[in-house]
């Protein structure tokens, strides 16, 4: 067993009889017992289908109690969950499972009604406590050529996880994490959020994602707290969970506090539970909070905000502001891990210039799962974002090398979204950029040259809506739309989407939008 599985074991072994996780959908808590039952469950499935260590199990569901669970029966025999966004669209999930050599592909219901297969996959449910109905399809092709053998116990450097990042190329890079990685980054996330046993966190956020699965989840999993688990988050209901589980703290992104400022039916809910609440903090990170809403929120709900730092490839955290000595405007300081500045070919580690972020530590990726070396420069990873580090050693954001858009935690590759739209028919030409967007952060924008100009642009602009709701994940469907005659373009024919940018900025600050 590596430190990941055997702690976990015994946190569900010292809450045996104790109510430990609750789905909130089924609005039901799980007790250590019930939870042990469910892992040992999965486990023995997994090895009856002949699963072996070094398995990757491509993995789509929607929040509930049964993903924790199903993780650590994955990490128990040394098989790796690749977790993607339970919005992915059916046709983009069969051409992942196609693409790799996965051995199982674990889907929601919606997904698993569409699923056909019948020459490699072949279908499986299994009944937990935790989920009534889990579709599991068997990939043949790899397991039935195999012949039962004694489990290979994992190894603290085995792969664990794999979860997708956004490129530049459009084609997402497959990050992977071990199980020692994941272990050092759930511990730097105890001490620097001062989690305990009596600590109870409220999942919002997908569990698909890093904040969710290893901030939220498994740091709360390895320190003995509770955790409620969300199918996803929804403002009217926020307060209500919060008192009725006790909840001591949450991890959300700015959108998340933005929707609480802004909604009139929560606030009144809040106002009405106020005393029977006892947040501690709440977590935001992925995008900058801007300060005055920050400072609304710890008014409004008298309760902290932290602003930090993560990654996907550093596990989660990198950066937080600390409990005692906060600077509003920063992501905090280095939390488990080295963070410098690179700033004209040289590395920068105090009161340093503007340049690019870099990172090492215990949790950092050192290559992606497809090597990338132009990502990493004498062991640090160049993160493409940009900032500075203070005299105090503060971490300050203040944008991206790169061409991703962040919306609303998501992070989205232009030219993904940009090679999707492309196989409408009316699409001549199409760029994809992020507007700036006081809820999400970023807009994701569509802006078209099109091959049916003579065509109202409100039936063609419902057409590129209608057909990205089918082909693209929901946080990468572009919310506006715009049509240009032309693009701005560099002497080798490269759009130049800052250009872009700015002019759609101008001609929409002139036509008043």
Not at 436 to 442: A, I, T, V
């Amino acid at each position: 067993m590596t430190k990941l599985t055997e702690q976990s074991t015994d946190q569900l072994i010292k809450s045996y009889e104790r109510p430990m996780i609750k789905d909130e959908h089924l609005k039901e808590w799980f007790s250590g017992k019930q939870l042990i039952k469910d892992v040992a469950v999965l486990r023995q499935y997994f090895i009856n289908l002949r699963i072996q260590k070094g398995d990757v199990v491509l993995v789509c569901l929607d929040n509930s109690a049964a993903y924790p669970v199903l993780m650590q029966a994955l990490w128990e025999i040394g098989a790796i969950g690749h977790l993607v966004a339970a919005t992915t669209p059916l046709a983009q999930l069969q051409a992942d499972f196609n693409e790799h050599d996965y051995a199982l592909l674990i889907a929601k219901d919606e997904l698993a009604k569409g699923i056909v297969n019948d020459v490699v996959l072949e279908r499986t449910t299994v009944r937990l406590h935790t989920a009534s109905n889990l579709a599991v399809f068997v990939n043949s092709a790899i397991t039935n050529n195999r012949s039962f053998e004694s489990l290979v116990a994992p190894q603290e450097d085995d792969l664990a996880l794999i979860l997708n990042t956004s490129g530049t190329t459009g084609k997402p890079k497959r990050v992977g994490l071990t199980h020692q990685q994941l272990f050092n980054a759930a511990e730097h996330n105890i001490t620097s959020h001062r989690l305990t046993s009596a600590d109870t966190t409220m999942v919002v956020m997908p569990l698909s994602h890093i904040n969710a699965q290893v901030i939220a989840c498994l740091s709360t999993r390895l320190s003995g707290g509770k955790m409620v688990i969300t199918k996803k988050f929804s403002a009217s209901h926020f307060w209500q969970q919060i008192s009725d589980n006790g909840v001591t703290w949450v991890s959300a992104v700015p959108t998340i506090v933005s929707i609480l400022l802004m909604n009139e039916q929560s606030k009144m809910i809040y106002t009405q539970l106020r005393d029977t609440i006892n947040l501690r903090f709440i977590r935001s990170a992925s995008f900058s909070l801007p300060e005055n809403k920050l400072l609304d929120f710890e008014q409004q709900f008298h309760t902290r905000v932290l602003e930090g730092y993560g990654m996907t490839e550093t596990a989660g955290q990198n950066t937080l502001n600390p409990f005692d000595a906060p600077k509003v405007g920063s992501v905090g300081k280095a939390v488990g891990t080295q963070v410098a500045i690179l700033v004209d070919d040289q590395v920068q580690t105090s009161d340093t210039q503007f340049g690019e972020i870099m990172l090492r530590g215990d949790h950092v990726i050192t290559d992606y799962v497809d090597s990338h070396p132009d990502s990493f420069r004498d062991g640090w990873l160049l993160t493409g974002d940009l900032g500075y580090l203070d005299k105090d050693n503060y971490l300050f954001i203040k944008g991206r090398s790169r061409d991703m858009i962040n919306h609303g935690g998501e992070k989205v590759a232009p030219a993904q979204v940009e090679s999707v739209l492309s196989q409408l028919n009316l699409v001549k030409d199409v760029a994809v950029i992020g507007l700036p967007n006081e809820l999400y952060g970023e807009a994701v924008v569509a802006v078209i040259i099109s091959n049916t100009p003579t065509v109202n642009e409100f039936t063609q602009m419902k057409a590129v809506v209608n057909f990205a709701k089918t082909n693209l994940a929901s946080f990468e469907r572009p919310t506006q739309v715009y049509f240009v005659d032309e693009f701005p373009r560099n002497q080798t024919g490269k759009v130049l989407r800052n250009d872009l940018k700015q002019q759609l900025l101008q001609s929409l600050v002139g036509e008043g939008a």
